[in-house]
């Protein structure tokens, strides 16, 4: 079992960044994709970002897409999710997720989740 913990949540006003990361702890991060979810209250969890095992390849959710950007650096174990433009629908707890698979990430694959970081964007 891996050990995520994400970081750098936090209140902002609307139009705003803030960057995210999620510190892995075991030898199987750097053979594993890895990804971001959130969610908002009352609703249910969404995927938001995902990430190859290399990096080569990174994937997201149409609304943030050209604000969000999923990134890695397995020397650390850490990925990262930069986050700009915030709106205040980008609202969330936002969770850290480890996939069983070096490529794909959906719930149904992953292994291990974060404990979550709230995100709060103010109009």
């Known amino acids: 079992q891996v050990q995520l913990v994400e970081s750098g949540g936090g209140l902002v006003q609307a139009g705003g960044s803030l960057r995210l990361s999620c510190a892995a702890s075991?030898?199987?991060?750097?053979?594993?994709?890895m990804g971001w979810f959130r969610q908002a209250p009352g609703k249910e969890r969404e995927f938001v970002a995902a990430?190859?095992?290399?990096?080569?390849?990174?994937s997201y959710t149409d609304s943030v897409k050209g604000r969000f950007t999923i990134s890695r650096d397995n020397a650390r174990n850490t990925v990262y999710l930069q986050m700009n433009s915030l709106k205040p629908e980008d609202t969330a707890l936002y969770y850290c997720?480890?996939?069983?698979?070096?490529?794909?990430?959906?719930?149904?694959?992953?292994?291990?989740w974060g404990q979550g970081t709230q995100v709060t964007v103010s109009s």
């Open positions: 997720a480890r996939s069983r698979n070096m490529y794909i990430v959906h719930e149904d694959l992953v292994a291990d």
């Open positions: 075991g030898r199987t991060f750097s053979s594993s994709a």
């Open positions: 990430i190859t095992w290399s990096g080569g390849s990174t």
